[in-house]
Each structure stands twice: as C-alpha cells, then as structure tokens.
C-alpha cells in the first residue's frame, strides 16, 4: 500500500491585472499554470524523484505534499487519509510529525539568530515531546548522527557559524527530530560544492537505510536521481513526461525531453564524444503553454499531430508511463 499517492494534482497562481486598461477591456484572468495534473504514488521506504528543468512544478508539488500551499485542484493522500481535508489541529500535528521537509537553501531556512540547539528542539517543543536534559541529550544524539561532532560544541553556537554543508546537516537532523516516515528533499544538495554533495546524499541513504525513511526528491541534477532513486517522474511545465524504475529509465529513456535530460549529463572522459539531444528555443511560458505536447515546440522530433493533440500519459509495459505520440 502507497504511503503517498497524489492524484491529479493541479496548481494554478493568478496573476494580478497589470493596468486599469485590463480592467475597463475586461481581459479574462491570467493564471500561470505550475503543476497541470500530476498523479503518483510513493511505496514505503521508496526514494521517488521528481526532476525537470527550473519551472517545471517540482517545488510546487513538494509544497503540496507538505500542506504549505493548497492544491487548486486534485488531492494529496498520506496513509490513507488527504491532507487537505484535515480539520482538526491535532490532525494536522500529526501529518507534520509523519511528513517533515529538507529545505534546499540551508542558509535561508535557518535562524540565524538562534542556536543549533533551538534549532534542533523545536519540533520537540511544537509536539510537547520531551524539555529540559532529555531534550538536550536527543538534540545531541541527532547532531552527532548527522555527523556533527562533538555535540558538545555545537549545541550553543549560531548557525551562521558553520559552514553550507553543515547548515545542512543541522537542517537533516531538524528533520528528523520526529522519526517522520516521509521526507520531502527539495534540491537537498543544490547550493553544496560537489565534494560535499557526496556525503550529503550518502549520510542520507544510511539514514533511510536506519529509520526505514521514504524519500520525495526534488531534483534537476540527473546523477543525483541516479545515485539515490528507486523510480524517477519526469516533468515539463507542470505535467508529466515519463515515469519509470530509475534502471529503465536510464537505459530506455522513451521521451525525447528525458533523452535530453539524461545526454545533457556531464561525463568525466573528455575523450568520450557524446551525442547531446539539445532542445531547441526556449521553454515556452507556463502562463499560456502549447496546445498539444507541451514539449513539441522544441522537440526535434515533434509531428504535426503533436502540435494539436496532447497526448495520454500511458503504460509502455512494465510500469513505464510515457506521456508521447512518438
């Protein structure tokens, strides 16, 4: 059973009218369409990726996921019950306990002016958990597990002390402050230098391993969903291109948007010649997306059926969805 099953989830942001001249000619709304129908589900103890390029709704979904912006339509169900329908306080303290959240500027999503500690102890005082030595010792359990030792010595100063990758660590252990079961990793190692990106990811697969975690990653760095993921969506202005096992989908990539993504990878042979499938122009606006497939404007190999139809998102075999006429 799915512990995270999101269907037909929709986000649309009005946009405000600019001049009165909009309002005496009475244009209709403007809306930028950010996710425009996505549906997935997340088995227990899965790392499920989301990757696109910037724009394609990955955040936004994320958002969704964690009841911080509400769908425009769709629903998010966690463990059987959607999230969005939660009406009492102690419903909702008891998804966040269940479903906590990776930031992805470590710099931005902490205080600057409190300390590690407090950082680290507020979920334990939001849910009443535990206070005094008992809440001093599981912070320093936490920090320690994360890799941020002594504990000691870190507990009373302020995170503008440390560095991008520990900001990041004291953000991972934040978030697992409440042993939740699902965590939403929003471009967890984005901002990190490479050398630190490794051990980031590799500190977060021991931890899914330990705790039994599930993973919603919000990526656009394709080698990272290929070191972490069990199964991968692909999204191009706000709707799904192909969903796939992380294995197939790098071997057998159907859509020509994921054949791009995937030859786009760097390769550290600088005598290997790769074919690189570059999309041609500019990613259209989400505001007023194509008609059809929304990626056949800069598709190479795009039909004029593709400009007029948009095609259905379908099973290919072996639970690989492709959403292509091609």
């Known amino acids: 059973m799915p512990i995270l099953r999101v269907t037909a989830l929709k986000k649309y942001f009005p946009l405000e009218k600019s001049s009165v001249f909009d309002f005496l000619e009475k244009k209709p709304a403007a809306f930028v369409r950010a996710v425009d129908g996505v549906s997935f589900e997340v088995d227990p103890g899965e790392t499920f990726s989301l990757v696109g390029e910037t724009g394609s709704g990955k955040t936004t979904i994320a958002k969704m996921v964690m009841r911080l912006i509400e769908p425009t339509d769709g629903n998010v169900v966690f463990e059987d019950k959607d999230i969005w329908k939660l009406g009492s306080k102690d419903e909702i303290l008891g998804f966040r306990r269940n479903a906590q959240m990776i930031f992805q500027d470590p710099y931005a999503c902490l205080n600057p002016r409190m300390t590690v500690e407090d ?3 507020t979920p334990f005082d939001v849910h009443r958990i535990c206070s005094g030595a008992e809440r001093r010792s599981r912070i320093s359990a936490l920090l320690e597990r994360v890799g941020l030792t002594p504990a000691s010595q870190m507990l009373d100063r302020n995170s503008v002390e440390f560095s991008g990758g520990q900001r990041q660590r004291i953000g991972i252990a934040r978030a697992l402050a409440l042993n939740p079961k699902l965590v939403v990793a929003d471009e967890p190692v984005a901002s990190l230098d490479v050398s630190i990106r490794a051990q980031i990811l590799n500190l977060m697969g021991d931890l899914k391993k330990e705790f039994g975690l599930t993973y919603l990653m919000i990526t656009h760095d394709l080698t990272v969903v290929k070191h972490v993921s069990d199964w991968v ?19 057998s990539p159907m859509h020509p948007y994921t054949r791009a993504l995937i030859s786009a990878i760097p390769r550290p042979d600088p005598k290997r010649r790769i074919r690189r499938e570059i999309p041609r122009g500019e990613i259209p606006s989400p505001i007023n997306p194509p008609a059809g497939c ?7 190999d795009s039909k004029p059926k593709c400009a007029t139809e948009e095609p259905n998102f379908v099973d290919v075999g072996g639970r690989h969805f492709v959403a292509c006429h091609l």
């Open 119 to 121: 950082i680290v102890g």
């Open 233 to 251: 969506m692909v999204l191009y202005l706000g709707r799904p291109m192909e969903l796939a096992p992380k294995k197939e989908l790098f071997e």
């Open 294 to 300: 929304r990626f056949h404007t800069r598709c190479a």
